[in-house]
C-alpha cells in the first residue's frame, strides 16, 4: 500500500511564475492537508480539503490556492511566486472520520531564484 | 505569531541517556497534541499523541506529560539511540465544523551520540 505521494520531489522557479503542486493520499484516505514548511522551522497550515472543497485555511495568501478532485487527489497552485515561497511543501492525508491519523508525503522542495 | 513554543532548538545526548523535549502553548481551544519525528529528506511522522484529559501518555521509549493547567507538554525518550537523531515537532490541534489544522513549534533537532 503505498503511503502519500508527492510529485515533484524538486522545482526551481523565477519570481512571478506560477507553479502547480500534486499529492496523491493514502489509500483510503478522503481528506488531504497541506503545509508550508520553510528551513529549520515547524510546518505551517495552508489549507484543507475533503468532499473537494476548501474546508480549512490558514494564514496564507489568495496567491495560494488548491483543488481536490473526485479520486481524493489533490494540487496546490502558488501564484505570482516570491522569494520567500522556497520551502518545502508537504501534503498530508487523513480520514476525515479518524482526524488524529493524519500521513505526511516526503514533500515537494520548491526554490525560486 | 507562533502558537506553540518549542524547546530546546538543539539537543545533544549520550546513547541510553534520556532525550526531553518541552513546549507550551496559550490557545485553550486545542484538543490534541502530537509530537511527529522528521528525519532528512522525508516528511514528518506521527510518533506520539495526547488528548488534554490524560496527563501521561507512554509508548515503548517515548513518553508524553502534560500539564494542562500550565499548558505545556513535554515529550521524554527513554534510553535514546543513535537512530533517534532526527528533528522532532510538537503540535496542537484546532478542530471546527469543517475541518481541523495542525499548529507545530518550530522543531527541536536531536543528536544521540554513541
Known amino acids: 500500500d503505498a503511503g502519500v505521494t508527492q510529485s515533484p520531489t524538486h522545482l526551481i522557479k523565477t519570481r512571478g511564475q506560477q507553479v502547480t503542486l500534486r499529492c496523491s493520499p493514502k489509500s483510503g484516505h478522503d481528506t488531504v492537508s497541506w503545509y508550508q514548511q520553510a528551513l529549520g522551522q515547524g510546518p505551517q497550515f495552508i489549507f484543507q480539503?475533503?468532499?473537494?472543497?476548501?474546508?480549512q485555511r490558514g494564514n496564507f495568501p489568495d496567491r495560494f490556492s488548491g483543488h481536490q478532485f473526485p479520486n481524493y487527489s489533490s494540487e496546490l497552485n502558488v501564484n505570482a511566486l516570491l522569494l520567500g515561497d522556497s520551502a518545502l511543501y508537504l501534503c498530508?492525508?487523513?480520514?476525515?472520520?479518524?482526524?488524529?491519523?493524519?500521513?505526511f508525503g516526503p514533500g515537494t522542495r520548491l526554490l525560486v531564484l | 505569531q507562533q502558537q506553540v513554543k518549542q524547546s530546546p532548538q538543539s539537543l545533544i545526548v549520550q546513547k541510553g541517556g534520556i532525550s526531553i523535549i518541552n513546549c507550551a502553548y496559550e490557545n485553550t481551544a486545542f484538543d490534541y497534541f502530537p509530537w511527529y519525528q522528521q528525519f532528512p529528506g522525508k516528511g514528518p511522522a506521527l510518533l506520539i499523541a495526547?488528548?488534554?484529559?490524560?496527563s501521561e501518555k507512554k509508548e515503548g521509549r517515548f513518553t508524553i506529560s502534560f500539564n494542562k493547567s500550565a499548558k505545556q507538554f513535554s515529550l521524554h525518550i527513554m534510553d535514546s539511540q543513535p537512530g533517534d537523531s532526527a528533528t522532532y515537532f510538537c503540535?496542537?490541534?484546532?478542530?471546527?465544523?469543517?475541518?481541523?489544522?495542525?499548529?507545530f513549534g518550530k522543531g527541536t533537532s536531536l543528536l544521540v551520540t554513541p
Open positions: 495526547i488528548r488534554p484529559d490524560v
Open positions: 480539503y475533503y468532499e473537494e472543497e476548501e474546508r
Open positions: 498530508a492525508s487523513s480520514l476525515i472520520s479518524r482526524v488524529e491519523t493524519q500521513y
Open positions: 503540535a496542537a490541534r484546532t478542530i471546527s465544523n469543517s475541518g481541523y489544522a495542525l499548529n
